[in-house]
């Protein structure tokens, strides 16, 4: 399988614990991004790389939040001192790039996280 | 701000029977936009796209046309399958052509029965 992978799948948490999770997006793209969603809506941008480098960060993305992509391939995102309200599907989207002919974002099927 | 609002769901149709799901926008720029569709179980993939005002996008006997004066990028089918049935989602990207940093509509649960 050649797609955006994420892993884990699934993940439960208690609240107040750190939690990491990572996309490794298909192999030749070098554009990554996190999405946040939630039940009965739609994907909320969370934050964007070209490469190593982050270059957009959403609002949404609290002080809480860290990504990285370190050496332009796979990204782990990170959510410390984890609250009930982060409970959602994350999700990773890879692209091309570099002409608007390359712009389509591929998704993973997600990391579904519930902190109790 | 940018914002996508999608027709409410969820939808049930019969097989073969005429889709339209609505979709309006409001966006800073000149936006491109999209219909991103889930399958139980997947990830979301791409429909149809289109970038520039009366453009349509058109797949799998999907089209939406970009309505620049109504602000609107409407999808229909005329006939719908049983593997028709998903969520679909409208989303707009204002960053030309790109799908970068996409905002999305809520989603539009589709039932197609047999």
């Known amino acids: 399988d050649t797609g955006v992978s994420q892993d884990p799948r699934h993940k439960i948490t208690k609240r107040g614990q750190n939690v990491t999770f990572r996309c490794d997006p298909i192999?030749?793209?070098?554009?990554l991004y996190w999405y946040r969603q939630t039940l009965g809506q739609g994907p909320e941008f969370l934050t964007y790389?070209?490469?190593?480098?982050?270059?957009?960060k959403s609002r949404l993305l609290s002080d809480r939040f860290s990504a990285e992509r370190p050496k332009g391939s796979f990204s782990t995102l990170e959510i410390q001192r984890t609250e009930q309200g982060d409970s959602a599907m994350y999700l990773c989207?890879?692209?091309?790039?570099?002409?608007?002919?390359?712009?389509?974002?591929?998704f993973g099927q997600g990391t579904r996280l519930t902190v109790v | 701000g940018n914002s996508v609002t999608q027709m409410e769901g969820p939808v049930t149709l019969s097989e073969e029977a005429f889709l339209t799901i609505n979709c309006t926008y409001t966006a800073t720029g000149y936006p491109s936009l999209f219909w991103y569709v889930q399958y139980p179980g997947e990830g979301l993939q791409l429909l149809l796209k289109?970038?520039?005002?009366?453009d349509k996008g058109s797949n799998k006997g999907f089209e939406a046309t970009y309505r620049k004066e109504t602000t609107s990028f409407h999808l229909e089918k005329g006939s719908v399958q049983v593997s028709d049935s998903a969520v679909y989602f409208c989303a707009l990207s204002v960053h030309q052509g790109s799908a970068r940093q996409l905002t999305f509509g809520s989603g539009t649960q589709l039932t197609v029965l047999p």
């Open positions: 989207a890879s692209s091309l790039g570099g002409t608007p002919m390359n712009t389509e974002a591929f």
């Open positions: 289109a970038t520039k005002a009366d």
């Open positions: 790389f070209q490469n190593e480098a982050q270059l957009e």
């Open positions: 192999s030749e793209h070098n554009r």
